[in-house]
T-cell receptor, first 113, second 115 residues
Framework: AQSVTQPDIHITVSEGASLELRCNYS??????LFWYVQSPGQGLQLLLK??????LVQGIKGFEAEFKRSQSSFNLRKPSVHWSDAAEYFC???????????FGSGTKLNVKP | DGGITQSPKYLFRKEGQNVTLSCEQN?????MYWYRQDPGQGLRLIYY???????QKGDIAEGYSVSREKKESFPLTVTSAQKNPTAFYLC??????????????FGPGTRLTVT
């Protein structure tokens, strides 16, 4: 069965520190992978996506993610976190010609001053 | 600006009443989706539609109904049969899968509280 696991429910980092949010997926076909960010009480905003090609993808707000097929992972990274990055982050997987996205349960990021 | 609007942002209803949540998009997307979000559970798909006058059940369709009479609109009705309707509801749209990179664009959400 298809699934997405975000093993960290909450993460706290200091402003200026680096960040890595983990995402593991289980999917039988070649996955399309996404990271979204959600501020409290708001909708989701797409940070980046991977469909094919270079396994290191760049997104908005200085985020990047690396697709590792051997590890079934698509971890999100940022070299230096800003206080405005505090939000909830969701990893999602889909596939070509397939209607459903599968979302992870989310990771809440707290940024310490 | 193109985007997705959901109204209202907050909605309060008494138990036993049906309630309809609005979702409108001007992105010219064929596909539209409804998700339910509960704390710690991510997003769960309620219904989706790839084209006007057609829609399919998602993973948690029981107690919900939808219509797709116009490309721009995909209203969701939460019926009295939904046992736990209090939640945050998100609408999304995309180009249909199979036509390219089909990331979903989300509206701002509607928080429904049923007492």
């Amino acid at each position: 069965a298809q699934s997405v696991t975000q093993p960290d429910i909450h993460i706290t980092v200091s402003e200026g520190a680096s960040l890595e949010l983990r995402c593991n997926y289980s999917y039988g076909a070649t996955p399309y992978l996404f990271w979204y960010v959600q501020s409290p009480g708001q909708g989701l905003q797409l940070l980046l996506k991977y469909f094919s090609g270079d396994t290191l993808v760049q997104g908005i707000k200085g985020f990047e993610a690396e697709f590792k097929r051997s590890q079934s992972s698509f971890n999100l990274r940022k070299p230096s976190v800003h206080w405005s990055d505090a939000a909830e982050y969701f990893c999602a997987v889909g596939a070509y010609n397939f209607n459903k996205f599968y979302f992870g349960s989310g990771t809440k990021l707290n940024v310490k001053p | 600006d193109g985007g997705i609007t959901q109204s209202p942002k907050y909605l309060f209803r008494k138990e036993g009443q049906n309630v309809t949540l609005s979702c409108e998009q001007n992105l010219n997307h064929d596909a539209m989706y409804w998700y339910r979000q509960d704390p710690g559970q991510g997003l769960r798909l309620i219904y989706y539609s790839q084209i006007v006058n057609d829609f399919q059940k998602g993973d948690i369709a029981e107690g919900y109904s939808v219509s797709r009479e116009k490309k721009e609109s995909f209203p969701l009705t939460v019926t009295s049969a939904q046992k736990n309707p209090t939640a945050f509801y998100l609408c999304a749209s995309s180009i249909p899968p199979g036509r390219g990179t089909y990331e979903q664009y989300f509206g701002p959400g509607t928080r429904l509280t049923v007492t």
